[in-house]
């Protein structure tokens, strides 16, 4: 089984910049070795300030829209605490990884501190 990799905000950004970790999560897909994942909300906080790189950063990935996710990350929203709109998009994207069997990678793990309860079991990575 290919391993996935539902990609956060932060990690589309490292990828954009070119940062060795996010690169080679890039170079695997390319190989056939790793499924990058994007929930369709995420795409919405990266495209700010749009980059030619930005089109081949997306062919490299297979593009999430699930209400199933979206519910379930609702879920979540509604057990915790000052809840903010930054806070949904990361949990649709703990959500993708929870129910997709995938790890979630970013640039900022303790964003999702919050929401580990709720998925427990999911793994984060930095880049």
Do not use: C, N
Request: net charge positive.
């Amino acid at each position: 089984m290919i391993p996935r990799y539902v990609f956060d905000t932060g990690a589309l950004i490292a990828a954009e910049r070119g940062k060795a970790r996010a690169a080679r999560f890039l170079r695997l897909s390319h190989v056939g070795a790793a499924r990058l994942v994007v929930p369709l909300p995420v795409i919405a906080e990266w495209w700010r300030g749009r980059t030619d790189q930005r089109e081949e950063i997306l062919a490299s990935a297979e593009i999430i829209a699930s209400v199933a996710i979206t519910k379930a990350a609702g879920v979540a929203l509604s057990k915790t605490k000052d809840v903010d709109s930054r806070l949904t998009v990361d949990a649709i994207v703990i959500a993708t990884a929870a129910l997709l069997d995938a790890v979630i990678v970013t640039q900022d793990p303790k964003d999702f501190e919050r929401l580990g309860a709720h998925f427990p079991g999911v793994v984060v990575l930095s880049v």
